[in-house]
């Protein structure tokens, strides 16, 4: 058996955009009960952000925010083993950045860490991952623009001598910084590329003044044995983990990443190893020459330093322009860091996490109202810290001598909650691969991760999360800035107010979300009572229309049944009306089609009905028709349809009824019509008038007269008129003829109309005019046919149809070509089809001719079915063959095989007894298979072979 080939397999590649029906975040959201109603809403997927930036621009954004000049000016004093600090640094990042990639490729490709926790810890969970980074970014933001302040004020512009001045001075930054961020990120995005490249320049400056130094002619100021670090530079390792942070923040943007292929978008988050290559590069490089200027001296002023060696090796002005070139750089810098963090505010309130205003966007694709309230909070956050530090003690943050150090302890604060964000990320991807081996099903997402892969990651992020901690304790336990803090105020200072930025900012960001969540509660309770409102008003409306509609309901019911019962129904004897015969000859035709039972229809004509009509006036005709219906109705019972076709026409229909059936329920009826007068009171003083009445009734068979219902109709009618014709008052069938051809009777069923004969002697002609081997075959199976049929005590018009069926079971082979049906060889796939034809094509010559052909013809149809049920062309198995048709299968199966064909030698009669035992139960009725054994030990079958199967006259009639 052929089986449909098996649909190919869904490619495994995770899409990297809109992921719909894939992405466990979009899944999260729209069936987690943390999430705010309004997540939901279109509004929200409405507003999206421009696709202005291309995998380039995610590198210039990294490279932008990890590279600066303060940690390599730092590493001046610390000797060679400052490389070792950088390299163990990138240790302590490198799991930051592994896992980063790895949640960009399996998890998605777009949102960073926001997304991709919320995708495996839930919607809680993304928010708190996504405060932690967003304080990080702000407190980067506020270091940037103290930076920018302390180096107007160190160096070239001393215009900010009060604090008044220095606040005024910061307020203007702001201001400047305020005016670039608005600028569309499709142009903003080449100015900070250019500003990274003054950046690099600066860095690359400051390493070759120490190759130069060398070049020409001093000595390192290095000496070798300062190649391992020591203990009491271990706040430059802390310091060298901050200046390797923040490299995979860009993620947050790749949402806005033009012209991403499907099969590509995996490659946008490779950025973050080129990143990291570069930036490794530029430290290491810039390191080594500063070292080898400077020897190890620990400089209150880092940036002096490096400005120093700058200006020692290429003078002057080029110092200026550095100096000019570490401005612009801190600018933007902190525009950049404006800018990812109202991402992360954007993205917060498009999932309902924050207000829905902070998603508006201007026509230049710039989330205005996010980048706003990020300025606005940087800025209170910078005037609450210097109002804290300035009241507690005399530290003034914008002040000349306090701008480094605080500028270096915002450092401190932003890599303690960025590090504290990253174990988030590690905890969260530790539970979900745990989670994961312990479900039975899984999605997309999690059949992708192997338990190879799921053990790696694992792995590496328990090392992360050590890292991690590694790096806290180091930035807490080792001052940046010992001439400001001492070691003592450094740890409560960086812990105090890291833990007041966590919960400040935890509260920003968790009373909106309540607000937003209350808000959306009382919008939807308002529209719900406003809604409950107008449903109490329409009810009480409706109460009032029910009873008005039930009452004309009810009318109108009883009218639609009236009309519907008058449709179908004759008034005057209250039974089934022409058109409901019709409807029900159409269902018991379709019913009797499928079960392949027989079914009988009757028209039941009274005899001289219009005398009565024309004696005693039509309403005896009416009561006469009335009465008759109801004698029709019990003769019949309530399992057969008894309805008027028309005028002084009945038409009766019998279901799973032969012809010995349906002639005796039609005696019965006439029978009933004439056996008791009609009574009819002409008035209340006259006599009562008794009407004798009898009916002429006509009978055809499905489907032996037909199998349409104009067929059976046409044969009902033809037999009614012909018992009008033959004397009224009788029960004819249009195939039962007498030879006289005049009177036609149930009893003359087993005699030959001249039109029969006509009709077999043409049938006879062709078949051996078409092929004498198929004749002479057909003559040899009539008498054997009919001793089987006697010896299964058939009656004699079934013996009759046997005998019939046999001569002409092989009509249909005159549409099989000749050179099918006499091939040598076997027979091909079409071949097989064009014979297997064959019966139904005998089926349908026969049904033409009529009368007793078109019984003959429904057994010949099926001569060819197996008890099993595996034969053609229908399909029948067991009882459903008719028995004269499983005769004929088994006679048929004997003479073929010891007759022989052109394509098969004959074999002995031993053999074809044996082979009929064996296929008994299987390709035969066993009962019929052990009657015909049982013929063929008769010792004068041979003799009855030899008589014709039809009467002498018909004989000679067709052979003379």
Known sequence: METSPTPAQPHNNPTPERHT???????????????????????????????????????????????????????????????????????????????????????????????????????????????????????????????????????????FTTPVEELEGLLCLTAIVLGL?????????????????????????????????????????????????????????????????????????????????????????????????????????????????????????????????????????????????????????????????????????RDGMLPERLTRINRQGIPYMSLLVQVGITAAFVLLMDLLLTGISDFNPISTQHGLPFYLFLRAITTIIWLLAAIQVFAMV???????????????????????????????????????????????????????????????????????????????????????????????????????????EAYHEQQILVAQQQELLTAVDQLYRENARAAVTDPITNLPNHRAVIAYIDTALREASETRESMALLFVDLDRFKLINDSWGHPAGDAVLHEVGIRLQDTVGITNFVGRYGGEEFAVILRHSNVSEAVQVAEKIRHKIMAKPFIWDIDENATPVELTITASIGISIYPYHGETREALLEQADRAMYRAKHSGRNRVCIVFAEERAHQIITVSGLGSFSSEEICTARALLAAMQAYDKETYEHAQRMVNLSEAVARRLRCGSEEIHNVRLAAMFHDIGKVAVPDSILHKPGPLNTDEWEVI?????????????AGGTFAIVAYIIGAHHERWDGQGYPGGLAGEQIPLAARILSVVDAYDTMISGRVYRKPISHEEACAELKCCADSQFDSTVVEAFLQVLQLPDITAEASEPFLPQHLVEAITE
């Not at 993304?126 to 160096?155: C, D, R």
């Not at 745990?434 to 997309?444: E, G, I, T, Y």
């Not at 937003?516 to 719900?528: C, F």
């Not at 297997?836 to 033409?848: A, E, F, M, Y």
Request: net charge positive; glycine share 8%; proline share 4%.
């Open 21 to 159: 029906d894939q992405d466990p975040f979009l899944r999260r959201l729209d069936i987690d009960a943390n999430v705010p109603l309004k997540a939901t809403q279109p509004v929200h997927a409405l507003r999206q952000l421009p696709k202005t930036l291309t995998k380039r621009d995610l590198l210039v954004f990294s490279l932008l925010t990890v590279l600066m000049f303060t940690p390599v000016s730092i590493a001046g004093g610390v000797g060679y083993g400052a490389l070792i600090y950088w390299l163990l640094a990138f240790l302590i990042v490198l799991p930051i950045i592994i896992i980063s990639r790895w949640l960009s490729l399996r998890v998605a490709s777009y949102g960073g860490q926001y997304r991709w926790i919320t995708a495996l810890g839930g919607p809680q969970w993304g928010s708190i991952t996504g405060l932690f980074f967003w304080l990080a970014g702000l407190f980067a933001t506020i270091a940037s623009l103290i930076s920018s302040l302390v180096i107007f004020q160190i160096f070239a512009l001393p215009l």
């Open 181 to 349: 961020i608005f600028i569309p990120l499709g142009k903003l995005k080449y100015i900070l590329a250019g500003i990274l490249i003054l950046n690099m320049l600066q860095i690359l400056l400051l390493g070759l003044a120490g190759y130069l130094w060398v070049l020409n002619g001093h000595a390192p100021a290095t000496s070798s044995a300062t190649i391992l670090p020591g203990p009491q530079h271990m706040e430059f390792f802390s310091i060298a983990i901050w200046g390797l942070l923040g490299g995979e923040a860009p993620y947050i943007m790749t949402s806005e990443v033009k012209n991403q292929h499907p099969d590509r978008g995996r490659n946008v988050g490779n950025f973050i190893w080129r990143s990291y290559a570069i930036i490794l590069s530029f430290y290491l490089f810039s390191t080594l020459g500063i070292l080898l200027f400077f020897g190890q001296q620990n400089n209150p002023v880092p940036i002096q330093t490096g400005i120093a060696a700058i200006q020692n090796t290429f003078g002057l002005a080029i110092s200026k322009v550095v100096l000019i070139f570490f401005l612009i750089g801190t600018t933007g810098k902190t525009v950049l860091f404006i800018t990812m963090s109202s991402r992360l505010l954007f993205m917060a309130a």
């Open 430 to 536: 530790i539970r979900y691969i745990v989670h994961l081996k312990n479900r039975s099903r899984h999605s997309r997402l999690e059949a992708r991760i192997s338990g190879r892969e799921g053990a790696w990651i694992v792995a590496i992020s328990c090392f992360g999360i050590i890292t991690m901690l590694i790096g806290i304790v180091e930035v807490i336990g080792h001052s940046w800035a010992p001439t400001i803090f001492s070691q003592m105020r450094w740890n409560f200072t960086v812990v105090t107010f890291t833990l007041i930025a966590i919960v400040i900012g935890w509260l920003c960001a968790e009373i909106p979300r309540k607000h937003t969540l209350l808000t959306t509660l009382r919008k939807v309770n308002t529209r719900e009572q406003a809604l409950r409102n107008q449903l109490e």
């Open 836 to 848: 297997r034809r064959h019966p139904d094509t005998g089926r349908q010559i026969l049904s033409r």
